[in-house]
């Protein structure tokens, strides 16, 4: 097993050091560099210097780190020799490293290096004796300075990994040897400034946050409230590709991208003008630019071949592949064992019953395995057979399986496979004709979180298994941490993984550099200066707050609390768990109602968080996790459940079984919310009693969420308002033409909302009004506009303007906010104003435009959850009314236990019920009406129209 590099090697690797153009000096400042070393063996020393630039950001980054550095070393036979980990002490602008070895072997030797986000650092490389080296810049932005030092530059295309699940390629039987480059070349076309004129900087308009970028990666510029932008063109860098006959074979201009198609083992030329504004941005395949061909040739890509011809990326998956290889269908053999052999020891363990079902279909994991060695899918499953591990992890009294050899073997085939797919870079995917949630320029949420079961195996069979195989995983896992580990994306639960693997990384290696780390990255996620959302009291999730996946992360971070034992991720938690059960409050019934007029992505509230936010995890921890929690108390396992379970058998065609009901039983296999964590696997302390939301442990309070949320309790009421406009600029405002989505139709007179990344949008105003005796009124949620607390316009009967979210400014004084608005279409100038007094809120309302108009109805509307009991009684003067109902001074809205809600008038107006609105992801008795108040039937504009009312409780 060597090296393709290794061919050039034997011919004289001296010499290649003065062929060709001079070796790389410069400091590179991208996020990414890995250096390729072409070494011939001899003493070796090698200086790196770590640079902290200016103490600011690139940009102005949404969600920022601490400036941080990490980079490990290898030998020719990629062996980690060191591993440094740099976090800049204040004022520390830099740190030298040096490395001495005597008897270095002649080979290509690795430095990998990962910088924080945004962070203006830089390493600079000195080698003794001087080596040219090649640079991959894996999954980031080839920043103007590196495009600069690489402007003329050499690179070989690899030959491409062919998967386990294909035929390895014969002569007669040749698969194609092309492989794609995708090339991206971006300038600085658009100018910044504020809402006052002034000049903020120049960038590539796909930067700033809020734009869909043509590349899955962060946004470095968040842009000021009404900040505007134009095209203004100051940097034009562009790139040309050449063959080895020095013919052109791409030209390509900044703010354009293209797909390349290119032949394997030829060398090529990336020549870059204008280097100096922009940057490029390059995947597809490993792309390892050198000052020379003959480097280029000599690194080879960066290529191992294992004896079969396939091709890898890295010496590790070579030795995996081997090991596959190796194995026999009888040493994969495990004979199911029956429940009622260790029946008393199951019914002996009081905690043991969330485990028996995994347990009884065990013989299903076993036989859906395909233990074939000649098979393509030989170790793959239609199933998730992640719960292997704890099959085989599990010391209990009733685990027959625990340590089996067999059940060992299984489940690192099971995992090694996916890991020969690991790139170059620490990603698993370089292809461009996978644009989404994977290939680009960032290491995404779903390409990451899916991984996070393959960390927490290794460190639960670290313990235990083969030491040589856990070291060569290791050797696996340890690759995308190094790279990516303070990647901060904007949508959290997408990065909010790594925590988790770097605790498990520790667990299993032992290091405590890791769990450092960790701690660190955790301790920028609490920081609220690093970030606005958290300064508010949540994790970010794609410019905004979310009642359910912002569940995602939560649970994320429980678990890495919970599995570590370290408590660095209970100040985040605490404080988004707080804010949180602001939206939440208490029914008269006990049970619990909330808001989510504020979210922007899902329909659901704080009360159906994705994965159970990890409450059930810290519920021993945090009062605000132990009020949500449905956690209870661990119910033995009976007899009859065991004897039932036993009779579980396997079917004769486990095919069927695994389409349906297996993959059902196993699709979270592994993952970080399920009750065995909690019930059954995990240390837990008992429930936090008697935890009580914000709303009930104090009759009198004022709280301003970082002018987001506005939360105010006086004794006979609570109001809960959302006053931000963090997605000021979001470009899913841009397609907002009407008032329902695709995904949200009328029917019947009730509006339905199914599409969970369709809601209408977050909408600034009223999303609670409650009062002790009534409940919950006033309710707000982003289902669609007829159940947000908006002013909107009509036109004939026909809705034809209303409140643009993005333009919201709020005022908050003590016991007062201010919202002002401009419609969506009309642009009209609204302006809302509550008031917090005593028994309630006074609502004062100003619309306005200074010229004429075509008539319209001005119609201001509350969204209120429907109750069976309520009854609503309309005045004008001492006269009663049923609703709809014209002259209304005064409303009265009673339940059967005698409260009511009081609403007040400034001026006679009308008063009708409009649609009943209901989403998926809520329950489904879940109802929503818009109560709509007509204050003004022919608003003309030339002035403006004022309106006011009070909303009151009435025990």
Request: proline share 6%; glycine share 6%.
């Given at each position: 097993m060597k090296r393709l590099s290794c061919i050039f090697l034997c011919l004289a690797l001296f010499a290649l050091v003065s062929i060709g153009g001079e070796a790389y000096s410069a400091a590179f400042t991208s996020e990414g560099t890995i250096f390729f070393l072409v070494h011939p063996g001899g003493p070796l020393k090698l200086e790196i210097t770590l640079t902290r630039g200016t103490p600011d950001y690139r940009g102005n980054p949404i969600l920022k780190t601490s400036p941080n550095a990490l980079f490990s070393i290898f030998n020719q036979d990629e062996k980690l020799l060191a591993m440094e980990y740099w976090r800049p002490a204040p004022g520390e602008k830099e740190k030298k490293y040096t490395f001495e070895y005597p008897e270095a072997t002649k080979g290509i030797w690795q430095i990998r290096n990962a910088f924080a986000q945004n962070c203006n650092l830089s390493i600079r490389l000195k080698t003794t004796p001087e080596l040219k080296y090649g640079v991959l810049f894996p999954r980031c932005r080839i920043l103007s300075q590196d495009a600069h030092t690489i402007r003329n530059s050499f690179f070989i295309v690899p030959p491409p990994t062919t998967p386990l699940n294909l035929k390895q390629p014969t002569p007669n039987d040749p698969q194609k040897t092309e492989q794609r480059l995708h090339i991206a070349v971006r300038?600085?076309?658009?100018?910044?400034?504020?809402?006052?004129?002034?000049?903020?900087?120049?960038?590539?308009?796909?930067?700033?946050?809020?734009?869909?970028?043509?590349?899955?990666?962060?946004?470095?510029?968040?842009?000021?409230?009404?900040?505007?932008?134009?095209?203004?063109?100051t940097g034009m860098p562009s790139a040309r590709i050449r063959d080895g006959k020095k013919q052109t074979l791409l030209t390509l201009q900044a703010d354009s991208s293209a797909v390349l198609t290119l032949k394997e083992q030829e060398v090529y030329q990336l020549l870059v003008d204008n280097a100096k504004e922009g940057y490029l941005a390059i995947d597809g395949f490993p792309v390892i630019f050198c000052p020379d061909a003959e480097t280029a040739k000599a690194i080879g890509g960066s290529m191992v071949k294992a004896n079969d011809g396939r091709h890898f990326h890295h010496l590790f998956q070579v030795k995996m592949h081997e090991w596959i290889k190796s194995l026999s269908k009888e040493e994969l053999e495990i004979q199911p064992v029956p429940l009622e052999k260790f029946k008393k020891e199951w019914l002996k363990d009081s905690r043991s019953r969330d485990l028996l079902q995994l347990f009884a279909y065990a013989p299903h994991l076993f036989k859906a395995m395909d233990t074939n060695p000649g098979s393509l899918t030989f170790g793959t499953s239609p199933l998730n057979l992640g719960d292997m591990t704890l099959l085989y992890t599990l010391d209990k009294p009733y685990n027959p399986y625990y340590g089996n050899k067999a059940l060992m073997k299984r489940v690192f085939l099971y995992y090694f496979r996916k890991w020969l797919c690991l790139s170059e870079s620490g990603a698993f995917h370089d292809d461009p004709s996978h644009p989404a949630y994977c290939g680009g320029m960032e290491w995404s949420g779903w390409e990451g979180m899916v991984f996070c079961a393959d960390y927490m195996t290794l460190a639960m069979m670290a313990p235990i298994a083969d030491k040589e195989l856990l070291a060569l995983w290791e050797e696996a896992l340890r690759l995308p941490a190094h790279r990516f580990w303070s990647q901060r994306l904007n949508c959290e639960n997408q990065s909010?993984?790594?925590?988790?693997?770097?605790?498990?990384?520790?667990?299993?290696?032992?290091n405590p550099l890791y769990k450092k780390m960790a701690q660190d990255y955790l301790a920028d996620i609490a920081n609220p200066a690093l970030s606005r959302s958290m300064k508010t009291g949540y994790l970010l999730e794609a410019y905004g707050l979310d009642g359910t996946y912002i569940g995602i992360s939560a649970s994320l971070l429980a678990f890495a609390a919970r599995f570590s034992g370290d408590d660095a991720a209970l100040p985040v938690l605490r404080r988004m768990y707080e804010l949180l059960c602001h939206t939440v409050v208490r029914e008269p019934d006990g049970s619990m109602a909330a808001a989510n007029g504020f979210g922007h992505r899902t329909l659901g509230s704080w009360l159906s968080p994705q994965y159970g936010a990890g409450v059930s995890l810290v519920d021993d921890r945090l009062e605000a996790a132990a009020v949500m929690s449905r956690r209870k108390a661990a119910v033995p396992l009976t007899e009859a459940e065991l004897d039932r379970y036993a009779k579980v058998q396997v079917p004769d065609n486990i095919e069927e079984w695994c389409k349906v009901a297996g993959k059902n039983l196993t699709h979270y296999a592994m993952c970080t919310w399920p009750p065995i964590w909690f019930n059954s696997?995990?240390?837990?302390?008992?429930?936090?009693?008697?935890?009580?939301?914000?709303?009930?442990?104090?009759?009198?309070?004022?709280?301003?969420?970082?002018?987001?949320?506005?939360?105010r309790r006086k004794p006979g009421y609570y109001a809960f308002i959302y006053t931000g406009n963090y997605s000021w600029r979001w470009h899913y405002l841009e397609t907002l033409t009407a008032p329902l989505t695709t995904s949200t139709k009328i029917t019947n007179g009730e509006v339905f909302s199914s599409g969970s990344s369709e809601p209408w949008l977050p909408m600034q105003g009223l999303n609670i009004f409650w009062t002790p005796s009534f409940g919950i009124f006033a309710s707000a949620h982003n289902w669609s506009i007829y159940s947000q607390n908006l002013l909107r316009v009509e036109r004939e009967g026909k809705l034809v303007d209303f409140p643009a979210c993005n333009s919201a400014i709020q005022h908050i004084d003590k016991d007062n906010v201010t919202l002002e608005h401009k419609s969506r279409?009309?642009?009209?100038?609204?302006?809302?104003?509550?008031?917090?007094?005593?028994?309630?809120?006074?609502?004062?309302?100003?619309?306005?435009?200074?010229?004429?108009?075509?008539?319209?109805?001005?119609?201001?509307?509350?969204?209120?959850?429907?109750?069976?009991?309520?009854?609503?009684?309309a005045c004008k003067d001492v006269q009663q009314l049923k609703l709809p109902a014209e002259g209304v001074t005064l409303l009265k809205i009673s339940r059967d236990n005698g409260s009511a809600i009081i609403l007040r008038f400034s001026k006679p107006v009308s008063v009708r019920l409009g649609y009943t609105s209901r989403a998926t992801f809520n329950d489904a008795k879940l109802r929503i009406r818009a109560l709509e108040i007509a204050f003004s039937k022919d608003f003309a504009g030339n002035g403006a129209e004022d309106f006011s009312y009070e909303m009151t409780g009435v025990r």
């Open positions: 300038g600085r076309q658009t100018e910044c400034r504020t809402s006052t004129g002034e000049k903020i900087t120049d960038c590539d308009i796909y930067e700033i946050a809020g734009a869909m970028p043509d590349l899955p990666c962060n946004a470095m510029i968040e842009l000021p409230f009404g900040a505007q932008e134009r095209q203004h063109y909010l993984h790594w925590p988790l693997k770097l605790y498990a990384l520790n667990m299993a290696s032992g696997i995990l240390p837990m302390g008992d429930k936090i009693q008697n935890a009580r939301l914000p709303v009930e442990k104090a009759s009198d309070f004022e709280k301003n969420f970082n002018d987001e949320f506005y939360a279409f009309l642009n009209l100038n609204l302006k809302r104003q509550m008031e917090m007094r005593e028994g309630g809120i006074r609502v004062c309302l100003s619309v306005g435009k200074a010229t004429e108009i075509k008539p319209v109805t001005l119609i201001e509307q509350i969204p209120f959850q429907v109750k069976e009991d309520m009854t609503f009684s």
